[in-house]
């Protein structure tokens, strides 16, 4: 900080308001202090880089001046929103603390790191004396958190509103195409601090306004360099940010359920630390402010109504306010549902406080530019009623300005209305608390008979992780629950329930007891963050009538489902009473070696960590049976692992610490079984998309599964990719099959995406000279000598259909879907090869998510299609004639013609048979050991949706979900859903990592067709 610029800024630039400016400024209730002198300087350049008067507001069209404080300028090297200017993440920081250090009325806090290392901030503005009182007042904003603390006590609570003052959460630039943010809330904590506006005084002595500049900031830095690199080569194209985050790009605003990424914990922590009342999340994509909060149904249904009404009054105050200001183009009604609750700002939502996000509008960088907007974006509608304009110029400083005016305006009227809102988030934590004998349910139960432990500690972790307090039942106890259904099974070919049509007349009692073991986790609804857990493990349901019919994101995510966990919703308050014990630290899977001998025996029951155990003891040798068996009066499935060569020390020190059971022989079990390798395994993207992969990387980091991350630039490059990997896994999301062959267009100049000292934080885990070129037909052949030399290719979705398209699996189509619409849900699968190592550990069914997965179909002719509705309802094999539907025709005047044998039905997911004629001289049919192995099918489809948004099922109703589609001396492996998907799909996990613990014994217990 330069104080001697600071000063004779604050000397040459001192001026006082004309009386006329203060009259309009006090009518809106925001009036200037006339005494505080304005930084001149800064002043000017706000005007200067505004392109329209009517893009600032009497709040932001001036910088108070202060002696001692320093502007961003002294940081930033020009105002705030200045054109050409973009400040690192660091650089943010650097100035947040010159504010700590020159005023009392700023302190920062270090909240954690990012994946790479680097540093999360939040940044608390109040008045000095509220600064020094933190602590005191956090202690009493948790008590209104937790109620249960003053026993529900409403005239208690009303005291402490009285003496308590909120906390407003602000976070910045979680995309990191969205650059505006970072500048503006520098200014932002400036004015907070130093403005004597009444309204501002009066926010600071009456509220802690706290910041985190910047969310995602490894994705700040690598935006930071390309716009750097973009202004060093101006008349060149640039790349485009095609890594943020180390994982994921947009997606880092999809984490607020399954929580896989630093950032989302470390906000999480930080909100419900400070027990804040508001998290208010700032991005940038529309002209010029949508307050998106209000949006648009449907509203997700686990809310508090209180909350949906705090959005309302907020929301529409912005756009009121805005709109005496005459600022075009803001708006609050809109096109965004707020049903899924996995976005950043919804932390607060499902922890009673208020959720709030605005888009306001940015040139992807601090470049000024002209831009033109669709039709739809400046048309005047009754919620726009001063639109955006079709053609303007825009700067980054029309942007803070605007986020500036309205978190101004949303302070202002937040700190005018404080008591109501720190009430109404007593209320809503109390009611949280009351839900058992409200709304319910009363409790959610994961039984300790749950076959997969370890994945149910790991979906008690991610609750843990949302501040949800866990309990474990000391004895057991039973509950009265409501009779299941008859399972709908339905027949074979779907939609003919059964059982309801045979269940007898007779009236049965519609409950049953059920009784828990002892062990059993118990997560009590009467508890102040019972809201997210409910939203969480419940079910989700979207009609297809809904008048919403453009669907903002996911529409199902149920997690005991998603994470093959059982989860069990209680409404009888009973289970309250039942004897427990609240779990502190981290819910952990019971592990470690039971029994004596050399021999180790783990039973294969598909938790992820199994295959972390693979890797963790690489030296002992591994062996999975391919048959159930029983050993030590235990029983152990298909797929069980037999571990040798490992000291009982190091087997007992793995197995406790992943939460595994082993077993230890003497003799190992007499059974067939096949070795288990620690697989040499590849991660392949390309260099047009890398957001969906990330999910996949993530998962594979979480395991301890090695990986080398490689491009399809680095296949082009290597012939033999047999003598390095085993497994190639190509993740969805990389781009349709051509792009991923041809790439990037090749016109204009090489795009870099590496390390430089231009460019210090681009490259390091993947880097190239050049983004364009593709896989090319190089690659591609490369990749195929790879399957064929006998290697595995996974391949899910989009990369599936490359794989399929691409020629690499003979027997399997894909048929374009015309009314399907499975808008990001949980759908049921039915295994139907459970002898496929593919399956090992898992039961009859499986729910996955699903977003319009490819229909795959299957023929033992090459290239051959088929599938789709085969045989068809009574009488569809024969023509019009005589007699009845099952007779057959005569000619009149001949004696009867011998018919064939009709052809044998099959079933969707399986390969029409070949008869006699067709196979005359075939010479596509498939070698009966190269035909399409088919694991997974889905669900018929009367039961095939689980939760979410599912039309037009009966498209892929008991289709192939996956396969292994031999190649050679390989293996293909194609999913038609995504088993890795936003850290919230575990319980799909391990087909997958079963595949690579079997890549070289995919054919094990293979039965093979006569002919
Ligand atoms: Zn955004």
């Not at 904003?141 to 249960?148: S, T």
């Not at 005047?380 to 110029?393: D, M």
């Not at 079984?673 to 998309?689: E, F, G």
Request: proline share 6%; net charge neutral; hydrophobic share 35%.
């Amino acid at each position: 900080m330069n104080l001697n610029r600071i000063s004779s800024v604050f000397f040459a630039g001192a001026f006082l308001l004309s009386g006329t400016a203060l009259s309009v400024r006090a009518q809106n209730g925001y009036s200037r202090d006339t005494s505080q002198p304005v930084d001149q300087e800064y002043t000017k350049k706000i005007a200067e880089y505004t392109t329209e008067k009517f893009f600032n507001s009497p709040l932001t069209d001036y910088l108070p001046a202060s002696p001692n404080v320093p502007t961003p300028q002294s940081v930033i090297g020009d105002v705030a929103g200045a054109p050409g200017k973009l400040p690192y993440a660091e650089d943010v920081y650097k100035y947040m603390r010159m504010l700590e250090k020159a005023t009392p009325r700023v302190k920062v806090f270090s909240i954690g790191t990012t994946e790479e290392g680097r540093e999360m901030i939040a940044v608390a503005v109040a008045s000095e004396g509220l600064i020094a009182k933190l602590d005191e007042n956090r202690a009493r904003l948790a008590k209104l958190a937790d109620p249960r603390t003053i026993n529900m006590d409403d005239a208690e609570a009303d005291r402490l509103v009285d003496q308590s003052f909120p906390i407003y959460y602000i976070t910045g630039t979680i995309h990191s195409t969205e650059t505006g943010a970072p500048t503006a809330l520098m200014e932002l904590a400036y004015r907070l601090a130093v403005d004597d506006s009444p309204y501002i005084k009066s926010i600071r002595d009456n509220m802690v306004t706290l910041i985190t500049p910047v969310v995602e900031v490894d994705g700040r830095d690598r935006m930071v360099d390309l716009y750097k690199w973009h202004l060093a080569h101006p008349n060149e194209n640039y790349p485009n940010l095609i890594y943020w985050g180390h994982y994921v790009a947009h997606d880092n605003n999809r984490d607020a359920m399954g929580l896989s990424l630093k950032l989302t914990r470390n906000v999480l922590n930080t909100y419900v630390g400070w027990k804040a009342q508001v998290l208010h999340d700032l991005h940038e994509s529309v002209p010029y402010l949508y307050d998106n909060t209000v949006g648009d149904g449907p509203y997700n249904a686990w809310l508090d109504p209180i909350l949906t009404d705090e959005w309302q009054m907020i929301g529409w105050k912005n756009v009121s306010e805005m709109t005496k200001f005459g600022m075009p183009g803001v708006f609050t009604h809109g096109t965004f549902d707020t049903w899924s609750p996995g976005y950043l700002m919804f932390i607060a939502a499902t922890h009673n406080g208020i959720s709030r996000l605005y888009e306001t509008f940015g040139n992807g960088g601090a470049d000024t530019l002209t831009r033109t907007v669709s039709a739809d974006e400046y048309q005047r509608t009754w919620y726009k009623q001063n639109p955006p304009l079709p053609r303007t110029k825009w700067s980054q400083r029309n942007n803070n300005n605007y986020e500036e005016t309205a978190l101004l305006i949303s302070l202002d009227y937040f700190n005018k209305n404080s008591k109501l809102f720190l009430k109404n988030f007593y209320l809503k934590s109390k009611r949280s608390i009351e839900k058992p004998k409200n709304e319910g349910p009363a409790a959610y139960v994961f039984p300790a008979d749950d076959p997969r432990l370890g994945s149910q500690a790991n979906l008690l972790r991610v609750l843990q992780g949302q501040a949800c307090e866990i309990h474990r039942a000391t004895a057991p106890f039973t509950v009265t629950m409501k009779k299941k259904a008859a399972p709908r099974t339905g027949g074979p070919r779907g939609g003919n329930n059964n059982a309801a049509a045979t269940a007898s007349p007779a009236k049965t009692p519609d409950t049953e007891q059920r009784t828990f073991p002892a062990g059993s986790y118990i997560v009590r609804m009467d508890q102040p963050y019972s809201r997210i857990a409910d939203a969480l493990l419940d079910y989700q349901y979207w009609s297809p009538r809904d008048p919403q019919q453009s669907v903002y994101d996911d529409t199902g995510w149920t997690f005991g489902e998603l994470g093959n966990v059982q989860v069990v919703r209680v409404t009888d308050v009973k289970v309250l009473s039942a004897s427990m014990e609240r779990v502190n630290g981290d819910v952990h899977s019971p592990g470690g070696v039971s029994g004596t001998g050399s021999i180790f025996v783990v039973n294969a029951n598909a938790d992820n960590n199994l295959i972390t155990l693979r890797y963790h003891l690489r030296r002992a040798s591994f062996d999975s049976a391919e048959e159930p068996f029983e050993a030590d009066g235990k029983k152990f499935n298909r797929g069980s692992f037999i571990i040798r060569n490992a000291s009982t020390d190091e087997v007992n020190r793995a197995t406790s610490e992943l939460g595994i059971q082993a077993v230890a022989v003497a003799t190992a079990p007499t059974i067939k079984t096949h070795p288990v390798k620690a697989a040499r395994v590849a991660i392949m993207h390309t260099w047009l998309n890398t957001q969906d992969e990330g999910w996949w990387r993530l998962a594979f980091d979480q395991m301890g599964i090695p990986f080398d991350y490689i491009s399809t630039q680095d296949v082009a490059k290597e012939a033999d990719l047999n003598k390095k990997y085993d497994v190639i896994v190509f993740a969805p999301g990389g781009g349709n099959p051509n792009a991923v062959i041809q790439g990037r267009p090749m016109y204009g100049n090489p795009l870099p995406w590496k390390k430089t000292d231009l460019t210090p934080n681009l490259g390091g885990f993947a880097s190239t000279d050049d983004m364009r070129p593709g896989l090319g037909w190089t690659g591609l052949m490369n990749l195929q000598n790879f399957v064929k030399n006998g290697g595995v290719y996974v391949g899910s979705d989009e990369s599936a259909d490359f794989a399929v398209s691409m020629g690499f699996t003979p027997g399997v189509s894909i048929q374009r879907a015309t009314r399907l619409r499975a808008i990001g849900d949980v759908l049921r699968t039915r295994f139907i090869d459970s002898t496929s190592p593919i399956a090992y550990g898992y039961g009859d069914s499986l729910s996955v998510y699903c977003f319009n997965g490819p229909i795959f179909n299957i023929s033992n002719v090459a290239g051959g299609g088929g599938g789709g509705r085969r045989g068809g309802g009574p009488g569809a094999a024969r023509f019009t004639g005589r007699g009845s539907v099952d007779d057959p025709d005569i000619v009149q005047g001949r004696p009867p013609a011998e018919l064939p044998e009709p052809q044998p039905s099959s079933e969707i997911w399986e390969a029409a048979p070949i008869n006699e004629e067709q196979r005359r001289n075939l010479g596509g049919l498939i070698p009966p050991a190269q035909r399409p192995r088919v694991i997974l099918r889905w669900g018929n489809a009367s039961e095939l949706l689980v939760s979410g948004l599912l039309d037009g099922g009966d498209e892929i109703a008991q289709h192939a979900a996956v396969i292994d589609s031999p190649w050679e001396r390989g293996h293909v492996i194609l999913f038609s859903l995504n088993p890795f998907w936003r850290g919230q799909t575990a319980g799909s996990y391990s087909l997958v990592f079963n595949t690579i613990l079997n890549f070289d014994n995919l054919n094990a217990s293979r039965k093979l067709d006569e002919k």
